[in-house]
């Protein structure tokens, strides 16, 4: 039989294609073809994946080597694709989400003119290109190439109304930022290429084993510095809140769903790395702990649609970093997949409301749109629930599963993550109740304008919405199911060496792991009732004060890296242009210029004219050889 | 080769001849002087040529008397003197020319290379 993982290429092609037909005819296609081809390619892409995915899961796996991309002296690149339970996961997630986004905006950038609507369909191909390379390369530079090309598409695709300073300079600190963790990835390859002369994650991983720990502390660490800028964690997260700048089903698709788990992807590819590095992994775990805690501080007094939804992803994040810290790695890689539902549901949502509202996102000024927005809301509604961890939605189980490790590798882990859960209820359901419940508070105008989105917006939304509450169920836990939980069961061969290396015994008994699910429910539930009764009868008009002027402001972080960061290396900038730049380079360049100047203007006057000059100096030099000919050799 | 001045004395002539015409050719602004002088420098170098010539046959002659070893320089002589006589018609064409032009033939006049 014809091996289907051969045809793993086309996968990342077929968006390739697709970049490229809408990319170079923007100027004749129309509307209607470019989304054809848009969401065509993905769609035959995404039943290739599935696929590739029965046949991983019928336990076919291996690494399909197309060519030798770098070959110098005993270092040799392959152009690889690893296919295994992990990448054809992510490949699920990416092709299949993808699609319904891509699906959803045909209609939300519809008022486009046509060349900018193709344009946004090329980028968003290229996107899902570079996204399906990064998780299908098998070594890591093809794994960087990837990397490199989200970055890229997610500046293009931040910056897509170029025609707003501010949207621009958002593309711009998405990318510088992204570039200052690229560089640590980079470091982190140079390293390893150094150390195991291969980057190929089979070869890594089986010799990691003979390596000091030290230098894979160093390794893994700077491969964590890249993750935090593409997965937007402390310190580098500030580009991803800026980053809604652009349209919305970007937000959904790259800052929300793929691109920013490329982070958690990269480090649970690399779990062998990390678990033989434990500085490494506490230093993941506490990063991320940090990162959903101050996250969710901050969500809770946004008034921005997008930046409550933007703020609660980075925390989000931060939680599967915990788990990827405390060695549940199916339990962050779980998350991964629930996340990418519920909260590429809730971005859609918004998205819709938006779309709904004229452009309008400051939730002030919403208010009331459940009955004219049904679909949207009952949708919302469920992303919310899935994502305050409700059971049986598909939030609990990712979500339990990371707090059950986090309590068995420390307790403070257990209460700080319940209570940012708890915190991730509230903020939610504040901005369902300021959106949906109590009255409209917006203009007659917008009032009158109200109207539920089209299909294609719509069914994106349903089908996200099944996924949401559905997700969950392949991660069932031990404690109410034996041999349930078939995720862990389909990803044990990539995590099989890691578990081996730790080999820990499940302490956590089975009353207290429900006694510990039911608290964190129960916390949920507190704050969402708090949050519905609170926010839907009177919500927060006026300007906050005191500590809610801390967390709307994003406790100053942007303003404390101005400070320490941006204002030192601007006056450090001015130093050189004005005084380096200006008497240092410009005096010596002018100097040798002015120099060369006098010279010429001194030695023209020994061009005189006079012949009889010129021949007194050729006399005069051959008597000067002569005297060196008879004298001086 | 009694009888025979030594070369010595041809090269002292030479040397003076030689040394007359470039003071001539610096210091002279007339070009037809100027003229005769480099006239002279090429004489000098000429008679050098000869002496040598003559000289260098002579101690060949002892040892083989049938030679004609060195005699070439001597033919050779004949041949500048035609290349001078050309380059003196080309050289005197000039002169008029530019007497033509300036009516004089002071050489500080033709410092236009200059501009």
């Known amino acids: 039989m014809n091996n289907v993982l051969n045809y793993i290429w086309l996968v990342p092609l077929l968006p390739l294609v697709g970049f490229l037909i809408n990319g170079l005819g923007r100027n004749f296609l129309s509307k209607t073809l470019v989304s054809i081809i848009g969401c065509g390619v993905l769609l035959i892409s995404f039943a290739v994946s599935v696929y590739i995915f029965m046949s991983v899961k019928s336990g076919n796996h291996e690494v399909v080597k197309l060519f030798d991309f770098i070959s110098a002296g005993t270092l040799s690149i392959p152009f690889e694709f690893q296919v295994d339970a992990l990448s054809s996961l992510f490949l699920l997630i990416i092709t299949g989400v993808g699609f319904l986004i891509h699906l959803y905006s045909t209609a939300y950038m519809h008022e486009e003119s046509n060349a900018h609507f193709a344009r946004y369909f090329a980028y968003l191909n290229l996107f899902i290109f570079s996204m399906l390379l990064l998780v299908l390369g098998g070594n890591y530079v093809i794994m960087f190439i990837g990397w490199e090309g989200v970055g890229l598409c997610s500046y293009l695709l931040i910056g897509y109304w170029f025609k707003n300073t501010d949207y621009n300079n958002a593309a711009r600190k998405a990318f510088i930022m992204n570039r200052i963790g690229d560089l640590g990835f980079l470091l982190a390859v140079f390293w390893m290429i150094q150390q195991f002369g291969s980057t190929s994650f089979g070869e890594v991983f089986s010799k990691a084993n003979g390596i000091s720990v030290a230098v894979l502390t160093g390794i893994t660490l700077l491969l964590f510095v890249g993750a935090t800028g593409k997965s937007a964690q402390i310190p580098l997260y500030t580009w991803l809140p800026d980053a809604m700048a652009g349209p919305t089903p970007v937000s959904a698709l790259i800052h929300a769903a793929t691109m920013v788990t490329a982070g958690i992807y990269m480090i649970a590819r690399s779990n062998v790395l990390y678990t033989l590095a434990p500085v490494s992994q506490s230093v993941v775990a506490i990063v991320g702990l940090a990162t959903a805690i101050l996250a969710a501080t901050i969500a809770i007094k946004q008034n921005d649609i997008k930046k409550v939804l933007a703020y609660s992803t980075v925390s989000q994040l931060g939680y599967m970093f915990l788990g990827l810290g405390v060695g549940a790695y199916t339990g962050a890689v779980f998350h991964v997949m629930t996340h990418a539902f519920f909260k590429a549901l809730l971005f859609l949502g918004a998205g819709s409301v938006i779309h709904a509202m004229h452009h309008e996102q400051d939730i002030r000024n919403m208010g009331g749109l459940k009955k004219k927005l049904p679909v949207t809301h009952l949708t919302f509604l469920l992303g919310c629930i899935a994502i305050a961890g409700i059971p049986p939605f598909s939030g609990f189980f990712s979500k339990d599963e990371i707090l059950a490790a986090a309590y068995e590798a420390s307790p403070v882990y257990w209460i700080i993550g319940v209570a940012g859960a708890m915190m991730t209820a509230f903020y939610m359901f504040r901005l369902y109740a300021s959106t949906f419940l109590g009255t409209f508070r917006g203009t007659e105008k917008q009032e009158h304008h109200l109207h539920e989105s089209p299909a294609a917006m719509t069914i994106p939304l349903i089908v996200l919405a099944v996924l949401a509450v559905m997700g969950g169920l392949v991660g069932i836990p031990k404690v109410f199911a034996e041999n349930a939980h078939s995720l862990e069961h389909f990803l044990s061969p990539i995590f099989a060496q890691s578990e081996e290396l730790v080999k820990k015994e499940h302490a956590l008994d089975h009353t207290k792991e429900i006694g510990l699910m039911a608290a964190s429910v129960i916390l949920a539930l507190i704050a969402i009732v708090y949050a519905v009764n609170r926010f839907s009868k009177k919500p927060e008009l006026q300007e906050a004060e005191g500590l809610g002027k801390v967390l709307a402001n994003k406790w100053y972080v942007d303003e404390l890296y101005d400070a320490i960061i941006g204002k030192p290396l601007k006056a450090i900038s001015t130093f050189f242009n004005n005084v380096i730049e200006k008497s240092g380079i410009d005096g010596f360049v002018n100097g040798i210029g002015v120099g060369v100047q006098y010279a010429s203007r001194q030695l023209r006057l020994l061009q005189s004219g006079q012949v009889g000059s010129y021949i007194l100096l050729m006399v005069l030099g051959t008597i000067i050889l002569m005297i060196v000919q008879l004298f001086v050799s | ?115």
Do not use: W
């Open chain 2, 1 to 115: 080769m009694e009888g025979l001045m030594p070369i010595n004395y041809y090269i002292f002539l030479a040397l003076a001849l030689f040394c007359i015409g470039v003071v001539g050719v610096l210091t002279r602004r007339n070009a037809i002087i100027i003229f005769m002088c480099i006239e002279l420098m090429l004489n000098a170098v000429n008679l050098l040529l000869v002496a040598f010539s003559k000289m260098h046959h002579l101690n060949v002659l002892q040892t083989n008397p049938a030679t004609n070893v060195g005699t070439d320089a001597q033919l050779f002589v004949f041949f500048i003197m035609v290349v001078s006589a050309a380059e003196v018609s080309v050289g005197l064409a000039i002169i008029v020319m530019m007497y033509r032009n300036t009516h004089s033939i002071d050489i500080n006049f033709l410092n236009r290379l200059k501009h």
